[in-house]
């Protein structure tokens, strides 16, 4: 974790047991969920995968260029997924095409609790995340917004449980997805904002990552702002205005 | 497509594909030189590529048909589906393949100028030399492809059903039916990740004008917000779809027509988003320094697949240009400010009358 730059500016603690990450525009966050999937891994965390925007193979290269092998977590049972994205390709009778839109978002919660406890099972001493990328998406299938509340609403219950943590990323495009992230932000420790720069595109710089703890007493963990430089392999992340610096390094 | 975490040979044979070693993704041709380059390389297999048009959607159609034609001359096969024009037609006018550049840049007359100030940059030229093509064709827009050539290739028109009674998922039974004809397709034609087959091949799926007024249910007498979420979860699904073929969609939307946060969420759920925005009927038609252009292309969005950083160009300004024989994406540079009429207006430097003296150092 020491040589990951990103991992040591979101420094995450044993207290940030829900995490959401917004994703703003056209920027893109899947670096943060994978570079937190690597962390969850190498501190011997299980991780229930729900795969919605992108697909098993996407996070199986990313990974690997962490130093992950995740179809080796796979098999090895560390992770396990959900894959609503292969169901509605593969699956003529879907639920994720119901007409129900109730029925979507109740059979994704059944779904999940049975993989976490599944995954809970015979394993004692360590933290099982639900990592949900992305749960706009809902949207698109048509679920209403107090449907989607109440889905979050079920998750956070799950993260009653001491040893459930969750990690869910939204993405912005409308005011629905607006509701959805507040009512994310306001029932996570830790909220991360991806945004594209507000002046256009930047070689020096990919975008901004805004980093709060709303419930933090703790004033140095309450709030920061970072930009990023994404590289084939990682992410430099800085504080703004030091990008020359990073070039010249 | 990138469930298959390695490339194997069956997949590395594919006529008309090219492997990205480094990200570990097959990608083919759109069937533009220029385009392929700005994207990369081309469009990975597995992607939706969205297409804002331009208001005539003259040259969102043309893009489309560049697409098409490369499918029919790399031997893949086609899904083509309209409801604004014949499907048969789009088709039937798809550009001829040729075997060289039909109108190649002419750089020379820039290069035989004899430079007085600038001498040192003499050798350069004046526009990027095009690459040797590793994948795609050279096609000329004057003429047509044989009917036989089409006719002898793979191509499934669709059409719409008029007696369709499905689940209402979507409140337009059309988005429905072209989803599941896809699925289908995918599943008659073997193209499907978890298929096994000798011989590969690639389905290329063209929707021209999806979302448009024709789009519209009979019994919707208005705009609807259903008509609109009706679009956003059709692109959804096909991202589903193509993402477990080997297959990739190019999909041209009015967007003209269509709210902006629709056409946000449309573009989240695709993989490349291009937009044309037309000089033609706005106030760019008259300036001078965008005469040679026709439109301004934009790439808003090309995703990080198998990746975290993505192969867009970054800042730089692109323009289109539709020649007799073909269509090219360049680099907007704005000319030097030499103009005639400009240097006779030019006021005189420095302090002083303009009247000339006998006596002048």
Redesign the interface.
């Known amino acids: 974790m020491e040589g990951n730059p990103l991992l040591t500016a979101l420094n995450i603690q044993p207290s940030d047991r829900i995490i959401s990450v917004h994703e703003n525009g056209?920027s893109?966050t899947?670096?943060i969920i994978t570079n937190l999937m690597k962390k969850i891994f190498s501190d011997n965390g299980k991780i229930c995968l729900v795969i919605v925007h992108?697909?098993?193979?996407?996070y199986?290269?990313?990974l690997k260029?962490l130093g992950q092998d995740f179809?080796e977590k796979f098999r090895n049972g560390f992770a396990t997924t959900i894959e609503p994205?292969?169901d509605?390709?593969?699956n003529t009778n879907s639920n994720f095409?119901?007409?129900d839109k109730e029925w979507i978002v109740k059979s994704l919660f059944l779904a999940i609790s049975d993989k976490i406890n599944k995954l809970l099972d015979g394993y004692d001493d360590g933290q099982v995340y639900l990592i949900i990328d992305d749960l706009?998406?809902l949207?698109?299938?048509?679920v209403d917004i107090k449907f989607i509340s109440a889905f979050i609403n079920y998750c956070i219950n799950l993260a009653q449980n001491e040893r459930i943590s969750l990690v869910i990323n939204c993405?912005i495009?409308?005011?629905n997805?607006n509701i959805i992230s507040n009512c994310l932000r306001y029932v996570s420790n830790l909220v991360i904002d991806v945004s594209p720069l507000k002046t256009?595109?930047?070689?020096e710089v990919t975008g901004v990552i805004a980093i709060t703890r709303p419930h933090s007493t703790e004033l140095l963990l309450r709030n920061s702002t970072l930009h990023y430089k994404?590289?084939?392999?990682?992410?430099k992340t800085f504080a703004p205005g030091e990008s020359i610096y990073h070039l010249y390094k | 497509?990138?469930?298959?975490?390695k490339l194997s040979k069956t997949v590395l044979n594919i006529p008309g594909t090219k492997p990205n070693i480094?990200?570990?993704q097959l990608l083919l041709s759109s069937g533009i030189p220029s385009l392929d380059e700005l994207t990369g390389g081309g469009f990975p297999v597995?992607s939706v590529v969205f297409i804002e048009e331009d208001e005539q959607c003259t040259y969102a159609k043309i893009l489309l048909k560049y697409f098409l034609a490369e499918g029919v001359v790399s031997g893949h096969s086609t899904f083509i589906a309209s409801q604004d024009t014949s499907t048969n037609s789009i088709m039937q006018e798809l550009p001829d393949v040729m075997s060289f550049d039909p109108e190649p840049d002419l750089d020379k007359i820039g290069n035989d100028m004899e430079m007085k100030i600038a001498f040192r940059y003499r050798n350069l030229s004046t526009s990027e030399k095009p690459k040797e093509l590793q994948i795609g064709h050279f096609y000329d827009l004057t003429r047509f492809m044989p009917r036989n050539t089409i006719e002898s290739s793979d191509v499934t028109y669709w059409s719409k059903r008029n007696d369709t009674y499905g689940?209402?998922?979507f409140s337009n039974s059309d988005y429905h039916c072209l989803l599941e004809d896809i699925?289908n397709k995918i599943q008659s034609g073997h193209f499907?990740v978890?298929d096994k087959v000798q011989q590969r091949s690639i389905l290329r799926v063209g929707l021209h004008a999806l979302g448009s007024p024709m789009w519209f249910d009979e019994s919707f007498t208005e705009l609807t917000i259903n008509q609109h979420?009706d679009l956003?979860?059709f692109?959804?699904?096909l991202?589903?779809?193509m993402?477990?073929?080997f297959a990739v969609a190019v999909v041209t939307v009015p967007s003209h027509l269509i709210r902006k946060?629709?056409i946000?969420?449309c573009?989240?759920?695709s993989d490349l988003a291009i937009k044309l925005q037309s000089f033609t009927g706005t106030e760019l038609e008259n300036n001078s320094v965008l005469a040679d252009y026709h439109g301004y292309f934009q790439l808003?969005?090309l995703?990080?697949?198998?990746?975290?950083?993505?192969k867009?160009p970054?800042?730089v300004e692109y323009v289109y240009k539709l020649r007799r024989k073909k269509f090219c994406i360049e680099k907007l540079h704005l000319p030097p400010g030499f103009d005639e009429s400009a240097n006779k207006s030019l006021p005189s430097a420095g302090c002083g009358s303009n009247t000339k003296h006998l006596l002048e150092f």
């Not at chain 1, 949207?139 to 048509?142: F, K, P, S, Y």
């Not at chain 2, 497509?1 to 975490?5: F, K, Q, T």
């Not at chain 2, 995703?303 to 993505?310: G, L, P, Q, T, V």
């Open positions: 056209l893109d899947n670096f992108h697909t098993l193979g996407h199986h290269n990313v260029r179809m994205l292969k509605i390709a593969t095409l119901s007409s706009s998406h949207t698109d299938l048509g993405h495009a409308d005011s997805d256009g595109i930047s070689h994404a590289y084939d392999r990682e992410i | 497509m990138e469930d298959n975490v480094q990200n570990g597995g689940p209402d998922t699925k499907s978890t979420r956003n979860m692109m959804f699904c991202r589903a779809l993402r477990s073929a946060n629709v946000d969420r573009i989240y759920s808003t969005k995703a990080a697949i198998n990746s975290f950083i993505s867009h970054g800042s």
